[in-house]
Each structure stands twice: as C-alpha cells, then as structure tokens.
C-alpha cells in the first residue's frame, strides 16, 4: 500500500509538502497541489486516519451508542445520524448497550480516545448517573431524555403531548372505548405515551381506568393484545398502541380474526416507521422524525467541535405530527353500521 513517502517521492515534493498538500492547507502552490494529487490518484494512496489523529489531534469519528441497532426505528435515527456526519467528513462508531446502564458505560469507556464526540440514547436512569457515565472532555449530546433535568445538551421527543393528541384525535372521530397498548414498565417513552393517553381519556371521555394491555414494542405484544381483546369480547372500538410495531402485530391479528379495519375497529401507533406506510391497510400515527432527531443531535455536536455555542446549554424537543391514513375512518365510527367485536364471537 503506497504511504506519503511514496507520494512525495512520485510528485518530487518533501513529505510535509505532500501532506500540506493533501490535507488541503493554503502555503503549498496550486502546482505543487495539482503534481501531488496526481501522484496520490496513480498510487491509489489512502490516507493513514491514525497519522491523521496524531497531528490534528482529532478522529474524525463519533461515537453513537444506542440501546438497541435492531428494528426500523434504530436504522431511521442512524440514517438520520449519518447524513450529518457523512456530509461532515465524519465517521461514526456505533455500539449497542443492549438496554442496561452497565452495557452503556462499558461501551462509552471502549470508545475512549478513539471519538471527538458522542451520542447516546440512555436507558431508564436518574440524570446524575447519567452525568456521571458521560466522558469528560469531549461534547456529548443525549437523545431521548428529558432534557430539563441534564447539564449537557440534549434532544427529545415530546411523548406525552403526542400522546395525548393521538387521543384527542380518536375521540373527536367518535371513537369512546378506546384500548392502549402499553409498552415496557421500565421505558420511559412508553411511561409519557401512557400518561398523555390516560390523563385524555380522563378529560375527554370521563373515562378514569381505560383498557390498557401490557406491551414491549414487540410486534408479537401487539399480536397477543389483539388475542386477549378478541378473546375477552371487550367493549372496544379502536386501538392505540405505545409503538408501530405494535400495532403491525395487532393488525395483522385481527386480519387473521377476521376483524374488519377500521370498519369494526380502528388502530394507531406512534412512531411512523417506515413499515406503517405499507401495512394494511396504512397506519394513521403520530409521526416523531426519528430521522431527524438523529440529524438534530449530529448536527449539536457537530456546532459543539466547531465551537458556535459550545459554551452554551442546547435543549430541543421535537413535536409529534398526527399522520392519518386508512387504519382509522374518515367520518368517525359509524356505530349503527358497525358490529362490534365483543358481539361477533370470533376466536383464535
């Protein structure tokens, strides 16, 4: 593999003018530029990133670490990540911490040295241990946490008020007997999902103890609620699951049923994953841009390297927006034309 010595020797250059030339520094000639170029486009010379690091005293890498890289919603908030960081110059190291505060710290310390910045996505954890995990030295931004409650910079999502908007749009179709299909206990997006649900039902339809079924944004636990809402005969008229991939299983469960969608029960989810768009029928949902939340958080830790504002607190908090599609009526529920699933017996 040819090294800079090669492409001096070949453009007839010292080495500290091939690498001044290369690295695309203003005291070389546009000459000397053009002559070094050519020799490292013959040599198909590929700069030593190590060598790089060492005079620059930066990686050029981000460490981005994730409770999870599995499922659509991780691959859109990396997409999201890597259009920043790849219009940057920049690489990313990505690692999972498999949902534990310990897998965090442990992949957070196996990055040390080698990133100029972070991202992390923090499982369910108090704000000073959290502080506490996150490496001294370099910019960090936190995704997916309150942010109120941080001394670092931030961007979240604001669950409740999604939730509870998903709600006040189901009632005002009609709908009353509404179901939730809770996510994990210990999650806090599903812990805001279901307070912005319940304290709307409460408001809007008087209802104080709705149906909620246990989840954990699994497509199986949205499949499994469907059974035990099938099963149970329960007075419901529409579904509103914590998350998509729920409520692709509780579609597809009530395909298989032979439950009409929306005709008999209407169905929601919050995400707007990719799949949402495709399911049958389409899933109307509170659309978070999980995309852009990762943009959003690349792009702060990007202005933090640069310094615009280093010094200063950034905390955003993106709105939800209600994407209606057919898994809910137009006109709301038409109970005259409507049966019931507690009233058709079907069974699986």
């Not at 999972?96 to 990055?111: F, K, L, N, P, V």
């Not at 339809?205 to 699994?218: M, Q």
């Amino acid at each position: 593999m040819a090294t800079i010595r090669d492409v001096a020797k070949a453009a007839g250059v010292s080495i500290a003018s091939a690498s001044r030339a290369l690295n695309g520094h203003g005291n070389v000639t546009q000459e000397t530029r053009n002559r070094v170029e050519a020799a490292a486009r013959q040599l198909r010379y590929i700069p030593h990133s190590g060598a790089r690091s060492l005079s620059s005293q930066r990686s050029n890498a981000i460490g981005v670490v994730l409770p999870d890289v599995y499922g659509e919603f991780f691959s859109e908030l990396v997409h999201g990540i890597d259009r920043v960081a790849n219009q940057a110059g920049m690489q990313l190291l990505l690692s999972s911490m498999h949902g534990s505060a310990q897998g965090m710290a442990t992949a957070i310390r196996a990055m040390h040295g080698r990133i100029d910045g972070l991202l992390v996505m923090p499982p369910d954890m108090d704000a000073e241990h959290l502080s506490a995990c996150l490496p001294a030295g370099i910019p960090a931004i936190v995704m997916n946490y309150p942010v109120e409650q941080l001394d670092v910079s931030g961007v979240a999502i604001d669950n409740y008020a999604g939730a509870y908007a998903m709600t006040e749009f189901m009632v005002a179709q009609g709908y009353r007997r509404i179901a939730h299909i809770a996510g994990p206990r210990d999650n806090r997006d599903a812990q805001q999902r279901l307070a912005g649900f319940s304290n709307a039902m409460a408001k809007l339809t008087g209802e104080r103890s709705p149906i909620v079924l246990p989840g954990d944004f699994s497509e199986e636990a949205g499949a499994e609620a469907a059974r035990v809402l099938i099963a149970g005969r329960l007075p419901v008229d529409a579904v509103f699951a914590a998350n998509d991939m729920m409520a692709v299983g509780c579609l597809s469960m009530l395909r298989e049923a032979g439950v009409s969608v929306p005709d008999q029960m209407a169905v929601t989810g919050f995400d707007d994953i990719p799949l949402a768009r495709h399911v049958g029928p389409p899933l109307t949902t509170m659309q978070v841009h999980i995309a852009d939340m990762g943009a959003t958080a690349m792009a702060m830790v990007l202005q933090h390297l640069r310094g615009d504002g280093a010094t200063e607190l950034s905390k955003v908090v993106l709105q939800p927006s209600l994407i209606q599609r057919q898994s809910t009526a137009t006109a709301g529920p038409k109970a005259a034309a409507k049966s019931r699933v507690q009233n058709q017996g079907s069974e699986i």
